[in-house]
């Protein structure tokens, strides 16, 4: 029954669709088709022969005890980088971020390599979020505040902190920062 969230969210991401696509498609409601994707309902007959039928699947692609082939590992290389996740220090100034990881339907951390020139900042963080983030500084040194607390993270230095509290970060220095973000949503 655990495997059941995750191929619908498969094969609703295979066809490109939102939650609320498929929710349409199948005349569920969007918060149940959440709900079974992240494995919080085990959907009722009925609800996974709407779903399977919305997304061209037979229902027991959703049942077998056949696990999809999917890679146990994304590997990253260098010159092939991503964009930084959608959402990470939006507002941010003075600083160059790549992705270096990104969730996929089995991962669920994403990671960012960012340089924070002298004066560069996160600006607004956005909405606070469940979930955890880590910074690990390579060089130079951040200032990081979280909920109200003051944090002098240098080379080889890491922070570990909830993301449902305020944070924000930047760059008091003279030379550039360079830093590894990883983020964790809950």
Same mark, same amino acid.
């Given at each position: 029954?655990?495997?059941?969230?995750?191929?619908?969210?498969? /094969?609703?991401?295979? &066809? !490109?669709?939102?939650? @609320?696509?498929? =929710?349409?498609?199948? #005349? %569920?409601?969007? $918060? +149940?088709?959440?709900?079974?994707?992240?494995?919080?309902?085990?959907?009722?007959?009925?609800?996974?022969?709407?779903?399977?039928?919305?997304?061209?699947?037979?229902?027991?692609?959703?049942?077998?005890?056949?696990?999809?082939?999917?890679?146990?590992?994304?590997?990253?290389?260098?010159?092939?980088?991503?964009?930084?996740?959608?959402?990470? /220090?939006?507002?941010? &100034? !003075?600083?160059?971020? @790549?992705?270096? =990881?990104?969730?996929? #339907? %089995?991962?669920? $951390? +994403?990671?960012?390599?960012?340089?924070?020139?002298?004066?560069?900042?996160?600006?607004?963080?956005?909405?606070?979020?469940?979930?955890?983030?880590?910074?690990?500084?390579?060089?130079?040194?951040?200032?990081?505040?979280?909920?109200?607390?003051?944090?002098?993270?240098?080379?080889?230095?890491?922070?570990?902190?909830?993301?449902?509290?305020?944070?924000?970060?930047?760059?008091?220095?003279?030379?550039?920062?360079? =830093?590894?973000?990883?983020?964790?949503?809950?």
């Amino acid at each position: 029954m655990d495997a059941i969230g995750p191929k619908v969210r498969a /094969a609703r991401s295979r &066809l !490109g669709l939102s939650l @609320q696509q498929l =929710a349409v498609r199948a #005349d %569920v409601s969007a $918060a +149940a088709v959440h709900k079974v994707e992240r494995g919080d309902m085990v959907p009722t007959v009925t609800t996974l022969l709407k779903l399977a039928s919305a997304l061209g699947e037979p229902v027991s692609s959703f049942v077998d005890d056949v696990t999809p082939a999917v890679p146990v590992a994304v590997h990253v290389r260098a010159g092939e980088r991503i964009a930084a996740p959608r959402g990470w /220090a939006p507002g941010a &100034l !003075g600083v160059a971020a @790549q992705g270096i =990881a990104a969730p996929t #339907d %089995v991962l669920r $951390a +994403a990671g960012v390599a960012a340089v924070v020139e002298p004066g560069g900042e996160s600006g607004d963080t956005g909405p606070r979020r469940s979930g955890e983030e880590l910074v690990h500084v390579l060089e130079g040194t951040l200032s990081v505040e979280v909920a109200g607390a003051t944090y002098e993270v240098g080379p080889g230095d890491t922070l570990h902190y909830p993301t449902d509290r305020g944070h924000s970060w930047r760059n008091a220095g003279d030379a550039a920062a360079r =830093a590894i973000w990883v983020r964790l949503d809950g």
